[in-house]
């Protein structure tokens, strides 16, 4: 059974890189996408984007110019940064494996991890 | 962006009562649309995707369905662990996109 387990720092100040991390327990990192999602109170669920094993990525173009996903296949283990955060990027943030039913189509998540309460506070 | 607009966003309702919660997607989204169930504190949890298969594991009292645009969760039978939020997603196009969430309540 696949299990996702993810960390990093959960208090930021404003202008700060938020930073986190997922490690992937019990599977394997090739076949899967492997993405970022977050929870904002007033705003519900947003993808963030998501990587493949070769290091593809794929982002929301909303937060693309300040997002960077990438993937230690060797270690299984991927990773966000998000570079100048502001109180607009608090949420929990969770970790998901994306699975593509078919080829050619985009993911559901179907393994997500625990989640991570990342606050912006000067 | 497709949008998702989801209705009611809060429900309540008691253990035995049957719930419905739709999802209409801005556009065609063919049968690309996927249902999760939200705990605080928990890992998120697929329950349906393809509009209507049901995700290994999850009980049958759970179904979804689909009418052109409008997609709809089916909660049969309500359980006290079924009492959470639950959101649409669609996945036929980037970016992917969430419904608002739909936030079930006990009575």
């Known amino acids: 059974q696949v299990q996702l387990q993810q960390w990093g720092a959960g208090l930021l100040k404003p202008s700060e890189t938020l930073s986190l991390t997922c490690g992937v327990i019990?599977?394997?990192?090739?076949?899967?996408?492997w993405g970022w999602i977050r929870q904002s109170p007033g705003k519900g669920l947003e993808w963030i984007g998501e990587?493949?094993?070769?290091?593809?990525?794929n982002s929301n173009p909303s937060l693309k110019s300040r997002v960077t996903i990438s993937i230690d296949t060797s270690k299984k283990q991927f990773s966000l940064r998000l570079q100048s955060v502001t109180a607009a990027d608090m949420a929990v943030y969770y970790c998901?494996?994306?699975?593509?039913?078919?080829?050619?189509?985009?993911?559901?998540?179907?393994?997500w991890g625990q989640g991570t309460l990342v606050t912006v506070s000067s | 962006d497709i949008q998702l607009t989801q209705s009611p966003l809060s429900l309540s309702a008691s253990v035995g009562d049957t719930v419905t919660i739709s999802c209409q997607a801005s556009r065609d989204i063919s049968k690309f649309l996927s249902w999760y169930q939200l705990k605080p504190g928990k890992a998120p949890s697929l329950l349906i995707y393809d509009s209507s298969t049901l995700e290994t594991g999850v009980p049958s009292r759970f179904s979804g369905s689909r009418s052109g645009t409008d997609f709809t969760l089916i909660i049969s039978s309500l359980q006290p662990e079924d009492f959470a939020t639950y959101y649409c997603q669609q996945y036929d196009n980037f970016p992917l996109t969430f419904g608002q969430g739909t936030r079930l309540e006990s009575k």
């Open positions: 998901a494996r994306g699975v593509r039913i078919r080829v050619g189509e985009e993911s559901v998540h179907d393994h």
């Open positions: 019990g599977g394997s990192v090739t076949g899967y996408q």
């Open positions: 990587v493949n094993h070769a290091g593809g990525v």
